[in-house]
């Protein structure tokens, strides 16, 4: 089983438990669990074969969890998860997925009205009786039936980070079974979207198809099999996802990466391409039109070669202009991850984090950075134990002690203040001044129009000492559209201002998507891609918004955290900005 899948049981077995009215410790005790193992950079599965006192020194990991783990990983489920189960109508829990809707209002739908799926929810609301309920109201019922609307557009799909575990997990499986000669995934996850629908695998081999069809076909993931031919298989696996496989030859291996990678708009404008130069491409090849002989496909950067183009990254394959910017060799040249030299924006024990400062930084230290901010929740996140005033200036004291005793790294004093209703920020101007970075970000309030939303981030951007916008559409991917707002004002207002709209690499957020990174970097604004961490495992969520970051078309450049600490010191001071940053790279 998967990172997410374990966590996924856990987190199940607290919501069953809240329906039921259980016992609250147990809630938070499977909720921390949940919480832990999801947010690991490492294969619970593999550690627990190889290392079991590394999983025990695991927050909120005993005995108990020990035994339900084991439990998981042999059989797919354990005896308790089962048990809880077998209390719920089988479709109640379903209900989760809706934005809005909890455990306490599922627990009210059905004990009021016996409502137990989504189906029955949806009738409910569109015959008006869901608003007679205690707490609830029309406004309610709207609400909850536009969640409905919601949650059937999304059709399925699931984040990107999800998708990414699932193939790991596959090939794994795979490379052990038949230790294949090539294999990769293909498709949007290679694309790097946020959400993607489904998993497709590419492998060749050395021993006969069937084998490498058998062992995925019966990966222990698998709840149904929906094809199993000769050279390809479809299945579901158990969160409902398909994934398909097909078996290439070596010589087509990289032409069929190509084709099976996209996307639709991408491979026309190829064969566009290939059709004016004499010649055809397909999954098996590039072939001259007029005697069928094949030039190219083993490699895929043969076949990018063969039409006299640059091999594309797989971010850039969406049909927006990249063919013609490589025609001209002008594609950028994308950010990596080894470009990041700070994270600037991670929460600690001093609001919702997990983790001290001290931990923090040595996590930051360990990732290769120069500098790390300390950006905890201000005091309108109540349920973060957000820091005001007092607080704030004993928790800049605990940061000049670490920086004392952890000189290795630059730790950057910082905030992350909310927005309120009217554009205010929620601590004073004097609290904020003596401040290295103050990340501001809204929490609430998201149901604004689009005219009041950007006129309240807009003059949040206007105070001199804000230097990021975080997570600035507030979505939830599969989860929470984001607020309305009108970007492009943002944008405007940002660049006027000398603020930098963050990309949240959170795997739920991934906020600004692609587009608006794009159009951030064409409009002139910088970026910063931060972790928004909340213990120092998360630290490594920094390469999902580098994806986001590279389909923006994003450079090193565009990217503060990308800046030697002194160049990032002057543009948080607003000293420089844009152009005259890279001039200033250029020198060094």
């Not at 394959?317 to 002008?330: C, L, M, P, Q, T």
């Not at 957000?386 to 800049?396: M, N, Q, S, T, V």
């Not at 389909?551 to 503060?560: A, H, K, N, S, T």
């Amino acid at each position: 089983m998967e990172n997410r899948e374990l966590a996924r049981v856990f987190s199940e077995m607290a919501d069953i438990l809240e329906l039921t009215e259980g016992n609250s410790f147990r809630i938070r005790s499977f909720r921390r669990v949940s919480q832990t193992i999801e947010n690991l950079g490492f294969s619970l599965a593999k550690t627990f074969r190889e290392d079991i006192e590394k999983v025990r020194q695991l927050p909120g990991i005993g005995e108990g969890t020990i035994r339900k783990i084991q439990e998981l990983l042999d059989t797919g489920t354990c005896q308790e998860y089962e048990q809880l189960k077998a209390k719920l109508p089988p479709m109640l829990i379903s209900m989760l997925e809706l934005q809005g809707v909890g455990p306490k209002k599922i627990s009210l739908f059905w004990h009021a009205l016996e409502i137990t799926s989504i189906d029955e929810l949806e009738a409910a609301a569109r015959a008006q009786r869901l608003r007679v309920l205690p707490g609830m109201g029309e406004k309610s019922e709207k609400k909850i039936f536009r969640a409905i609307q919601e949650y059937r557009q999304r059709g399925g799909r699931i984040r990107l980070d999800e998708g990414l575990e699932i193939a790991a997990s596959l090939i794994a499986n795979l490379q052990e079974r038949v230790a294949p000669e090539q294999i990769a995934y293909a498709g949007s996850l290679r694309r790097r979207k946020d959400t993607v629908g489904d998993v497709d695998l590419l492998v060749s081999c050395g021993v006969a198809p069937s084998q490498a069809i058998e062992a995925f076909t019966s990966h222990g993931s698998v709840r149904s099999v929906l094809a199993k031919g000769d050279t390809k298989a479809s299945v579901i696996l158990s969160r409902g996802v398909q994934a398909d496989l097909r078996v290439i030859d070596s010589q087509s291996f990289g032409a069929a990466l190509q084709y099976f990678t996209g996307s639709k708009e991408h491979n026309v404008a190829l064969r566009e391409r290939a059709k004016r130069m004499g010649y055809k491409i397909n999954e098996y090849g590039v072939f001259r039109i007029d005697d069928n002989s094949r030039i190219a496909g083993t490699e895929e950067l043969e076949v990018y070669s063969a039409l006299d183009l640059p091999l594309i990254p797989p971010e850039l394959r969406e049909g927006h202009g990249e063919i013609e910017k490589a025609e001209r060799n002008e594609l950028p040249r994308l950010i990596e991850l080894r470009d990041i030299q700070g994270d600037l924006h991670v929460h600690t024990v001093a609001s919702d984090g997990r983790d001290t400062v001290f931990a923090m930084a040595q996590a930051g230290l360990e990732a290769g950075y120069q500098y790390i901010g300390i950006t905890d929740h201000s005091k309108a996140v109540a349920v973060a134990h957000g820091l005001d005033e007092k607080r704030l200036i004993a928790h800049l004291d605990e940061i000049d002690r670490v920086r004392k005793a952890q000189p290795g790294i630059a730790i950057l004093k910082g905030i992350e203040v909310d927005i309120l209703a009217e554009g205010a920020l929620d601590l004073s101007e004097e609290a904020l001044s003596g401040l290295d970075v103050v990340v501001a970000s809204i929490h609430s309030r998201f149901n604004m129009s689009e005219r009041e939303m950007t006129l309240r981030v807009c003059r949040a951007l206007e105070n001199r000492f804000v230097n990021i916008l975080a997570h600035p559409t507030g979505r939830l991917l599969t989860r929470r559209e984001p607020y309305p707002v009108n970007l492009q004002e943002v944008i405007k207002v940002a660049l006027q201002n000398r603020v930098c709209l963050e990309i949240n690499a959170y795997p739920e957020r991934l906020d600004l998507s692609d587009v608006h990174c794009r159009m951030a970097k064409e409009n002139g604004v910088l970026l910063s891609i931060n972790s928004d961490s909340h213990n120092r495992q998360m630290l490594h969520y920094m390469k999902y918004g580098i994806y986001t970051a590279r389909r923006g078309w994003l450079e090193p450049q565009d990217v503060i955290n990308t800046y030697v600490l002194d160049d990032l010191r002057r543009v948080l001071k607003k000293e420089i900005y844009a152009g005259s940053i890279s001039r200033s790279l250029e020198k060094r």
